[in-house]
């Protein structure tokens, strides 16, 4: 099923959750530009006038935000990294099991990361932990992360509803 027929049959909160999805992505790509733009901006400082401060530490918080609003989309779409040499061979159930095996893994695993990400992030709020140069606290960076474990395991419970079909079709 490609992801244009799974756009059509999402209606009602599979549409809305859909949308929110779609939306974080983007604005993961939006964060990914601005590191992009930092990290020009530093280089071309650093050959012109002076670097910009605290570069590195924007691009690390801004490439794991950008990674993290990435894989709810990901997910959704079906455009995770699969080993398709190892199915090429098997049914159309065989593979449509394995798929709703990938999704149900892929929901239980966000709930651990969320679990344990929540924790992290109330550590190193409790220690107040802030970056070097520019003192920003860590834990800021742990709630876009949160929100899109959150968002992995909206899309992971969809697209294991949609394997639960595909699978009864196979």
């Known amino acids: 099923m490609s992801s244009t027929d799974t756009e059509i049959e999402r209606a009602g909160l599979s549409g809305l959750a859909t949308s929110l999805i779609k939306v974080w992505a983007m604005l993961g ?18 050959i012109f006038w002076k ?16 990674a993290f609003a990435f894989l709810p989309y990901c997910q959704l779409t079906g455009s995770n990294v699969s080993a398709d040499i190892f199915t090429s061979g098997a049914s159309p159930k065989t593979v449509a099991f394995l798929t709703l095996l ?15 990400m929540y924790d992290g992030m109330l550590d190193q709020k409790a220690y107040n932990y802030i970056t070097a140069i520019l003192q920003f606290p860590h834990w800021i960076a742990y709630i876009p992360i949160l929100i899109s474990l959150a968002l992995l395991a909206v899309a992971s419970f969809l697209s294991a509803r949609e394997n639960i079909a595909q699978l009864r079709k196979a």
């Open 29 to 46: 790509g939006i964060v990914l530009l601005c590191v992009v733009a930092v990290n020009v901006f530093s280089v071309l400082g650093g």
């Open 51 to 66: 670097p910009f401060p605290g570069d590195f530490e924007m691009t690390e918080v801004g490439v794991a935000v950008a």
């Open 102 to 116: 990938g999704s149900i893994i892929a929901f239980f695993f966000s709930l651990l990361l969320m679990w344990r």
